[in-house]
């Protein structure tokens, strides 16, 4: 069955240092999310991607904040000046589009020191 | 942001049934329920949905009273693997997202 993938599983940078997360969706599906988790909290929506450009993005996905598809295939979130609080797992996520589920990725661990 | 609500924690006995409840009483008529699952910190797994109807998949099944104000998803024999925290999530029409509230933590006892 096809996946979601996503790298590094697990990912440690200093504070204001640039971070690329990234995301291989299901090929063909349409629309493109990311989501973040802080330990022991809840999962929460970051941003939503479909042809080619943002079509909804949170409070949390403020200026420091990116999303690109580059290829046709990668999906990639950067997080321009990382700092203590974005530590948390960022989870990838495609659907086929309206009323179809969304199939997650296993996450990327960020820590930010 | 989350527009469904689910006791915190529950508890089954496995190879019991594990019947978990989500209301959603502002529901609109064109918006799905959707189930997932978190196991530890992994991503959160695709389990069910459903619009108005009964349904029914190797996972589990879901039951959507005929007033779409409240859904069970029913896990016919739950396995020590099933413990969980498992989340209802009604997708909005807004956009394309969606939000996650805090869900139910099952826990499966031997």
């Known amino acids: 069955e096809p996946e979601v993938t996503q790298t590094p599983s697990h990912q440690v940078t200093q504070m204001g240092q640039e971070v690329i997360l990234r995301c291989v969706p299901i090929?063909?599906?349409?629309?493109f999310y990311w989501y973040r988790q802080i330990l022991g909290q809840k999962v929460e929506f970051l941003v939503s991607?479909?042809?080619?450009?943002?079509?909804?993005k949170s409070e949390i996905f403020d200026d420091q904040f990116s999303v690109e598809r580059p290829d046709g295939s990668n999906f990639t979130l950067k997080i321009r000046s990382t700092k203590l609080e974005d530590s948390a797992m960022y989870f990838c996520?495609?659907?086929?589009?309206?009323?179809?589920?969304?199939?997650f990725g296993n996450g990327t661990r960020l820590t930010v020191t | 942001d989350a527009k469904t609500t689910q006791p915190p924690s529950m508890d089954c006995a496995e190879g019991r049934a594990a019947n978990l409840p989500c209301n959603h009483s502002?529901?609109?008529?064109?918006?799905?329920v959707y189930w997932y699952r978190q196991i530890h910190s992994q991503g959160p797994q695709y389990i069910i949905h459903?619009?108005?109807n009964n349904e029914t998949n190797e996972m589990a099944s879901l039951i959507i009273t005929e007033d779409r104000k409240s859904s069970t998803l029913i896990l016919p024999h739950a396995t020590l693997r099933d413990t969980a925290v498992y989340y209802c999530?009604?997708?909005?029409?807004?956009?394309?997202?969606?939000?996650f509230g805090t869900g139910t933590s099952l826990t499966v006892i031997p």
């Open positions: 090929s063909n599906h349409l629309y």
């Open positions: 991607f479909y042809n080619n450009e943002i079509s909804e």
């Open positions: 502002t529901i609109s008529g064109n918006e799905y």
């Open positions: 996520a495609s659907d086929r589009g309206l009323d179809s589920p969304l199939h």
């Open positions: 459903g619009l108005k």
């Open positions: 999530i009604v997708r909005l029409r807004r956009g394309n997202q969606f939000y």
